[in-house]
């Protein structure tokens, strides 16, 4: 069991983990850390590895090898259902909100996955994300992208997860509501929820994390302070493809 400077182990630990699909395997060796209330992102190309990682996380996809540890248990055998009452929350990128449900709807039967620790009121959420609040009646499949994500962000809070994970949040989302999602994450970020979120805006995840991990081909090429990342050009250039001019 790994231990962080407190004694205490870190909410997240991956090591040496491998996991694939059918056709083969995508992750080779990934290990990583999420320490209590850290915020860490982790980026890349389309395919590099993320969104595989959060699923093996999750328990979605069985690893092959390695070892996957929450609060210091191992639950590289657990099904999803028992990780997420746990502590953990995932957002997927496909968001999967229950579209003929209210908001409110969607949101109270986060609930039901709470387990024994205290978590966020519909208040509270609402506070987060004012647009939902004046759209509690509105059904799911009715709101548009942008609404969508927040409720499926705002779900995953209600769930009063001590790790969050963010697969992708700003995808194909307009400028503007980038930056109405920012600024709620930005709140979240100052809870003691930890946060691992991948992304593609790299100027949008080093400004909400602490560290960075980088990945191109199911491995890790980057660890580091996000600040340490975001002046690092070589890195930027020859992994996310990322010039000056490209970021946000």
């Known amino acids: 069991m790994n231990k962080e400077k407190n004694g205490q182990a870190p909410t997240l630990s991956l090591q040496d983990v491998r996991a694939g699909y059918d056709i083969g395997e995508v992750l080779h060796g990934i290990t990583l850390r999420v320490g209590r209330g850290e915020r860490v992102c982790m980026l890349g190309r389309n395919g590099a590895g993320k969104t595989t990682t959060l699923r093996a996380i999750m328990g979605l996809l ?16 657990w099904p999803a259902h028992r990780i997420a009452r746990s502590g953990v929350g995932y957002v997927p990128e496909e968001r999967r909100i229950f579209p003929t449900l209210t908001v409110r709807e969607n949101l109270t039967l986060a609930l039901a996955a709470r387990s024994q620790r205290n978590g966020p009121s519909l208040d509270d959420v609402f506070s987060l994300f004012p647009n939902l609040a004046t759209l509690q009646r509105a059904r799911g499949g009715n709101l548009s992208g942008g609404e969508q994500q927040m409720l499926t962000i705002a779900r995953g809070l209600m769930t009063a997860p001590g790790l969050l994970l963010l697969d992708e949040p700003t995808e194909g989302l307009a400028p503007v509501v980038v930056a109405d999602l920012q600024r709620a994450l930005e709140q979240i970020v100052t809870t003691d929820v930890a946060v691992l979120l991948t992304e593609q805006k790299v100027d949008f995840a080093l400004s909400l994390c602490d560290r960075a991990y980088v990945l191109d081909r199911g491995e890790i090429r980057f660890e580091g302070p996000a600040g340490e990342l975001r002046n690092n050009e070589r890195v930027l250039d020859e992994y996310l493809a990322v010039g000056a001019a490209q970021r946000g």
């Open 62 to 77: 069985p690893q092959r090898a390695g070892r996957i540890e929450v609060n210091g248990n191992d639950v590289g055998k």
